[in-house]
């Protein structure tokens, strides 16, 4: 099939195929991109996102680079598109702060109609990040903060794979195998970097098959429907030869003992006992639970079955907003999000200094291609140092100097922290378990000694 967007979303995007359409900072839509199905009285018909932005037929979006802004349109509200209203329901994404995104087949309302062509979205390609944010949830799901932290404990890199349980809503599933790609499978090719995902609900494991599906994932990540407690970790009764674990369960003990290297006693299984383990290995395991009497069982546990170097981590996330303050220089805010309640004068007092500045600097640079003075870049505004050549762009552009004043770069830069430390997410439960050594492999390795045994 197609490739991941979320692996190599290219440089435009495309049609059945998914993209996040931003409407601001913490409004984020998923959606599978439509084709137009034709036209009908001149108009495309097709799929339209309704925000309170403006609508945005899909064909509109289809094609586009990522990252473009799109402008809303005016879209026709007669009744045609309604034949396809059902199967159409079924792919319209409600947007959880309601402020009233849908996707609906060729309509808008009058309300839609009034704000059309004023309104824009950007649309971005999917990233673990923007998915954590906008996917629908069916659990408790792990966030950003606490899996780029794991990702890099459990050492999980390009093709690696990784065991986990349960998918859950599939946060963890799509950061994991963003990390372990390597390359999709050539022909009959098993590929190395690989997701091995266990989900005991039925319905949540039909719903994570049906998205690594719409997501391109199929090939990098089984999901398997199974109890891990009593049923374990192999895949068609083959082992996934994991070197990365995840487990995120209400239990995590009760797995444990089928994640060993050699069978454990009480474990049901007939023999030969096979471990999902990779053998020559170690293996690296995160186990993430909410409560601490989880996490001393979990340990307890840990230590009977030989797993070592065993700690417990807390991430506690905070959130720092680096802004550039714009006030009263008339830019186009976030969407009408507020001015911040940094001290107003000190910014007009700042934007006096630049503006003198500039001119100065002008003044100046003028001089310079009249031959007559030097330019030092330490006086030059702070836009023209970050953003130009040093000096030799000073000396040598012909354009005014305040034309490389990037918008974006207006405005003193500040910073502000959450007074509060977001609220407790879960504990972290590192563990390794050693690589297994064979009396040929100690041989071997002792053989490759310039002094010998
Ligand atoms: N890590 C997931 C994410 O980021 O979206 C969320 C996982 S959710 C908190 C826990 C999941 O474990 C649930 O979907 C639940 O059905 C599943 N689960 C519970 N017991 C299980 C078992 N014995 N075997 C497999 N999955 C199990």
């Known amino acids: 099939g197609a490739a991941s967007p979320f692996l190599e979303p290219g440089t435009r995007t495309s049609a059945n195929s998914l993209a996040i359409v931003h409407l601001s900072r913490d409004n984020l839509l998923p959606v599978i991109l439509q084709e137009s199905k034709g036209e009908v009285d001149g108009y495309a018909e097709g799929s339209v996102i ?46 959880s702060e309601g402020a009233g995104s849908t996707t609906t087949p060729g309509q808008a309302t009058p309300k839609d109609l009034e704000t059309a062509s004023s309104g824009f979205v950007h649309i971005l390609p999917p990233t673990p990040e923007v998915w954590t944010t906008s996917l629908p949830h069916r659990t408790q799901v792990v966030y950003t903060p606490d899996y780029s932290y794991i990702l890099h404990r459990i050492r999980a890199r390009p093709g690696m794979r990784i065991i986990e349980a349960g998918a859950g809503s599939g946060s963890f599933t799509h950061a994991s195998v963003r990390a372990v790609y390597s390359g999709y499978p050539k022909a009959d090719d098993d590929a190395r970097g690989k997701v091995f995902s266990f989900e005991f609900n039925e319905t949540r494991f039909h719903k994570m098959e049906a998205e690594v599906e ?21 895949v068609d009764g083959k082992s996934p030869e994991a070197e990365c674990v995840f487990l995120d369960l209400p239990a995590p003990w009760k797995a444990l003992p089928h994640l060993s290297r050699s069978k454990p006693a009480g474990v049901e299984q007939d023999a030969p006992w096979v471990s999902p383990l990779r053998s020559d290995r170690t293996v690296h395991l995160c186990s993430f639970s909410p409560c601490i009497e989880q996490v001393t069982k979990t340990v307890e546990v840990m230590r009977q079955l030989g797993w070592m170097q065993i700690e417990m981590f807390e991430v506690s996330h905070k959130r720092v907003n680096v802004m550039r303050e714009r006030v009263g220089l008339n830019m186009p805010t976030d969407r009408g999000s507020n001015l911040s309640p940094y001290d107003v004068g000190e910014a007009v007092q700042r934007l006096r200094e630049v503006e003198s500045k500039s001119k100065e600097f002008h003044e100046r640079t003028q001089g310079v291609e ?8 330490d006086d030059a505004p702070e836009a ?28 003193r830069l500040i910073h502000r922290t959450e007074p509060e430390i977001k609220t407790h997410t879960s504990y972290l439960v590192f563990a390794v378990m050693p690589q297994e050594w064979t009396e040929e492999q100690e041989a071997a390795a002792f053989a490759q000694w310039p002094c010998g045994r």
Not at 68 to 88: E, N
Not at 217 to 230: A, F, I, P, Q, T
Not at 370 to 377: F, H, I, K, R, T
């Open 50 to 95: 309704n925000t309170r932005f403006g609508s945005f037929p899909h064909t509109t979006l289809i094609n586009q680079p990522w990252g473009a802004q799109v402008r809303a349109s005016i879209v026709d509200t007669g009744s045609r598109g309604r034949k396809r209203k059902l199967q159409d329901q079924e792919t319209a994404v409600e947007d």
């Open 214 to 234: 719409a997501h391109g994932l199929k090939d990098l990540v089984k999901v398997s429907h199974r109890d891990v407690y009593n049923n374990g970790f192999l």
């Open 370 to 377: 009249n031959g007559e003075v030097d330019v030092d870049m």
């Open 384 to 411: 023209q140092k970050t953003n130009g050549t040093p000096a030799k762009g000073a000396n040598e552009s012909k354009a005014p100097i305040s034309s490389s004043a990037k918008p974006y770069m207006m405005g």
